[in-house]
């Protein structure tokens, strides 16, 4: 059964800094591996979707990683902004459009 | 283009009530899962459906079901609710359904609060 982890579960820096979101996951056959942000009491907005076939997606400041083979992925922030604070929330599919989500990482970027 | 729609926004009911959450994805795709979503056990799945069809099915009692329409509407339903059905269901829809080959777009969810 696949289990996704996520760590830290919260986070809070100050604006400007670079910071890692860290994902692991427990079967290393995947589709693909999602990075989505959830705002409080909103859906999910999908951040980057990485195939497994890749091994890191960029969309702005934010650049995410994928290392099946350890079971690992890595979100990447660079110059955070207080608009960045958020929860993220990473998603592995196995199949038949069932993602597993972590439980996600609160981040607070304050000003 | 619209994006995904989940109706009502928010509801309240009582135990042993039922409930029907709907889902209307982006035009033209046709695979709809749902999510529940809670403060313990995080976003779990529910099911999927596809051409009216449940494809997928998760680890949650018979008194969650669905159904998808032709125009490929969906609806969940939950029966003799209890205090823990408490949740935000999220709704998300893709193309084909193609295992891995789409990204997934989630609605707003329905926020339901048992009594």
């Known amino acids: 059964k696949q289990e996704v982890t996520q760590i830290p579960a919260a986070l809070s820096v100050p604006e400007g800094e670079n910071l890692v979101l860290n994902c692991s996951f427990t079967?290393?056959?995947?589709?693909?591996l999602q990075w989505f942000r959830q705002d409080p009491g909103k859906g999910l907005t999908s951040l980057l979707l990485?195939?497994?076939?890749?091994r890191e997606q960029t969309s702005g400041r934010l650049n995410a990683s994928l290392d099946k083979s350890s079971g690992r992925s890595t979100l990447y922030i660079a110059a955070s902004q207080p608009g960045d604070s958020a929860t993220y929330l990473c998603?592995?599919?196995?199949?038949?459009?069932?993602?597993?989500f972590g439980k996600g990482t609160k981040l607070t970027v304050n000003p | 283009k619209a994006g995904v729609t989940q109706t009502p926004r928010y509801l309240i009911k009582t135990r042993g009530q039922q409930v029907t959450l709907s889902c209307s994805p982006i035009?033209?795709?046709?695979?709809v899962s749902w999510y529940q979503q809670t403060p313990g056990q995080g976003l779990q799945f529910l099911f999927e459906?596809?051409?009216?069809?449940?494809?997928n099915k998760g680890n949650f009692p018979g008194r969650f079901s669905g159904r998808q329409f032709s125009n490929s509407r969906s609806e969940m339903n939950v029966s003799t609710l209890e205090l823990g059905d408490s949740a935000l269901y999220l709704c998300?829809?893709?193309?084909?359904?193609?295992?891995?080959?789409?990204?997934?777009?989630f609605g707003a969810g329905s926020r339901l609060t048992v009594l």
């Open positions: 459906y596809f051409s009216e069809t449940q494809r």
């Open positions: 079967d290393s056959a995947i589709y693909n």
């Open positions: 035009s033209g795709h046709r695979s």
């Open positions: 998603a592995v599919d196995g199949g038949s459009e069932k993602l597993v």
């Open positions: 998300a829809s893709s193309m084909d359904g193609i295992s891995g080959a789409n990204v997934l777009t």
């Open positions: 990485i195939q497994s076939s890749q």
